[in-house]
C-alpha cells in the first residue's frame, strides 16, 4: 500500500514495548513522511511479574509509571507526540478476565474519533493471551459498518511471541522497508530498558537486527518488517 500525508495510521498494541518490536521501523518511516499515527496500549505491560495475591501496590505503581515513561522515550524517537499515545491501563497477561464487549469499545472509541485509514495491530495466532485478545477486539471494532475511512488492516509479529507459536507460525505476505530507520527502531527498543536482553533472547539487539535483515532478504532489501495483510480496500 501507498501511503500519503492523507492517511492516518492506529497502531493497537497489548503492552507498552509490542509498538517497537512489531512496526518500530514502519512508524519511524510513516512519522518521517508526515502520516498522523496513533498509538493505544490496551494493558499496562508489569502486573503479570507481580505475586497479585501479596503486591506491593506502591511498587507496581512504580513500574507502570516507569514502562509509560519508557513508551514516551521510545516513540518520541520514531516522531510520535505524546498526545498521540494512549494507555487504557488494563491488567497485564489477563486481558481474558476483562469483558470483551469493553475492549471492543475502547478500540471503536478510538476509531471513531481518529478515523485511521490504516490499523496494526497483533498477528492472531501468538502465544501471549494479550496478543491473542486484542486481535480479536480489533477484529470485533473492525466490523465495516459505518468504518469505510479504514482501509487496511496489517498484523505484526513480536519476538519471544510470535515465532514461539510452532504449531502456527507467523504467515507474512508484505514486507516495509525499514532499511534507514533500523537505528532508530533499535535506539526505540534501548529505551524499554528492562525489555532489551542479551542475546540470544528474542528481545536482544542483535535478534531484532537478525529478524529485519532476513525478513529484507525475502524481498530483496537490506532491512525490513514484515506483516500480514488481513484486509484491504481499494
Not at 81 to 95: A, H, R, S, V
Request: overall charge positive; aromatic content about 10%; charged content about 25%.
Amino acid at each position: 500500500m501507498h501511503f500519503d500525508k492523507t492517511d492516518k495510521v492506529l497502531i493497537v498494541a497489548a503492552h507498552p514495548d509490542d509498538e517497537i518490536l512489531g512496526c518500530g521501523g514502519t512508524i519511524s518511516s510513516l512519522s518521517k513522511k508526515g502520516i498522523n499515527i496513533r498509538v493505544v496500549f490496551l494493558s499496562e505491560g508489569v502486573s503479570s511479574r507481580f505475586d497479585l495475591d501479596n503486591v506491593d501496590e506502591r511498587k507496581l505503581k512504580e513500574e507502570i509509571k516507569n514502562r509509560r515513561n519508557n513508551s514516551l522515550k521510545a516513540l518520541k524517537i520514531l516522531g510520535v507526540k505524546n498526545q498521540n499515545i494512549f494507555y487504557e491501563g488494563q491488567p497485564c497477561c489477563m486481558l481474558d478476565t476483562v469483558p470483551k464487549l469493553t475492549l471492543t469499545k475502547i478500540i471503536e472509541k478510538h476509531i471513531f474519533d481518529f478515523k485511521p485509514s490504516v490499523i496494526f495491530t497483533h498477528y492472531m495466532k501468538d502465544v501471549n493471551i494479550d496478543h491473542n485478545i486484542t486481535f480479536d477486539s480489533v477484529l470485533a471494532a473492525t466490523r465495516p459498518c459505518k468504518k469505510k475511512f479504514i482501509k487496511s488492516i496489517y498484523l505484526f509479529e513480536i519476538l519471544s511471541s510470535t515465532e514461539w507459536n510452532y504449531n502456527a507460525p507467523f504467515q507474512a505476505n508484505c514486507f516495509f522497508d525499514i532499511s534507514k530507520h533500523i537505528n532508530k527502531k533499535i535506539s526505540a527498543m534501548k529505551a524499554y530498558k528492562k525489555e532489551l536482553k542479551p542475546p540470544p533472547h528474542p528481545r536482544s539487539e542483535k535478534v531484532i537486527k537478525a529478524l529485519a535483515i532476513y525478513r529484507g532478504a525475502q524481498v530483496e532489501l537490506n532491512f525490513a518488517e514484515a506483516f500480514y495483510l488481513l484486509r484491504t480496500q481499494t
